[in-house]
């Protein structure tokens, strides 16, 4: 880890249009590979029925909650659908040489794209 970069995955790990769940420390998230290429990390858990996220969905760039079918954006976690009305934190990530990393200090509502 170097300042505040944490590798979490490769990107080979999530497919397009997929996500996985992540530990760092105690915090959860999600890592998600849009339609487009971006890789991005979100917090795990919906903000509306704090269902797991990981158990979800992803179309193009947008997650879909497996519990009342609320939507965020992956990219800068804005509620995109009802019942979901608060948006997800977003932790700024890179990709360096194949590995997925966060920054787990303050937020960013840019994923980066695959290099």
């Known amino acids: 880890m170097s300042d505040g970069w944490v590798t979490v995955c490769k990107t080979g790990d999530v497919g397009r249009e997929d996500l996985i769940q992540v530990e760092v420390g105690d915090t959860t998230l999600i ?4 339609k487009d290429g971006r890789m991005c990390a979100l917090a795990s858990e919906c903000t509306h029925g704090r269902a797991n996220l990981a158990d979800g969905f992803v179309h193009g760039s947008t997650i ?14 804005a509620p ?7 948006a997800l934190e977003v932790f700024e ?3 360096m040489g194949g590995d997925v990393q966060v920054r787990l200090q303050g937020q960013s509502s840019h994923g980066r794209r695959e290099a």
């Open 31 to 34: 890592v998600v590979h849009t």
């Open 93 to 95: 990530t890179q990709v």
């Open 80 to 86: 995109r659908a009802t019942p979901a009305r608060i």
């Open 64 to 77: 879909e909650c497996p519990k009342h079918n609320g939507r965020f954006d992956a990219i800068t976690g």
